[in-house]
């Protein structure tokens, strides 16, 4: 698999392209339509939302018109195992940042959309709820994968190097 990271929208939210042999997904399409259209160069079988904030989802509707493909997000997606075309993945449901927020997991790959970055957590105040978020950050930590986490805003990390972090919020 090959990821291709755009940063768009005065936000600067993560967008990123999955590819995957002649295939691709695109996920948390928050702007810039004409970016991401000029980096699509396989053909797109879905678009994946972690969360429904406006800065995550800007450019949807055109890439759903113009891919004539579906948005796969908490209301479509069951937690645990998903397959869209050649893509096979994990669904974690991680409330707190948002109450749809999920993450996306394929092999030992995490989009982690605004629940995790480097260095931090997501807010909680912006519809979500800090119980809910150290509940699923326990549901994480308890996993014992070492993810890549690709997040929602800035560089990426992987669990190991925000584990510490990650504990100080559930103790």
Do not use: Q
């Not at 695109?26 to 702007?31: A, E, H, L």
């Not at 800065?55 to 891919?67: F, P, Q, R, S």
């Not at 989009?111 to 150290?134: Q, V, Y």
């Amino acid at each position: 698999m090959k990821i291709k990271r755009l940063i768009v929208g005065m936000l600067e939210t993560n967008c990123y392209i999955l590819e995957n042999d002649n295939e691709c997904l695109i996920i948390d399409p928050g702007s810039d339509f004409e970016v991401i259209k000029n980096n699509v160069d396989k053909k797109v079988v879905g678009i994946l939302l972690t969360h429904n904030h406006f800065d995550h989802v800007g450019a949807i509707k055109n890439c759903l018109e113009y891919y004539k493909v579906i948005l796969y997000n908490f209301e479509n997606l069951k937690e645990g195992f998903n397959k869209i075309s050649t893509f096979d993945f994990l669904v974690n449901y991680n409330p707190g940042h948002t109450m749809d927020s999920i993450s996306f997991i394929f092999d030992n790959i995490m989009f982690s959309g605004d629940f995790i970055f480097k260095g931090c957590i997501g807010r909680w105040d912006l519809g979500g709820d800090f119980n809910l978020m150290k509940d699923s950050i326990t549901k994480l930590i308890e996993t014992n994968i070492n993810y890549n986490i690709y997040p929602g805003h800035g560089e990426s990390t992987t669990l190991s190097d925000e584990k510490n972090m990650l504990e100080s919020y559930i103790k």
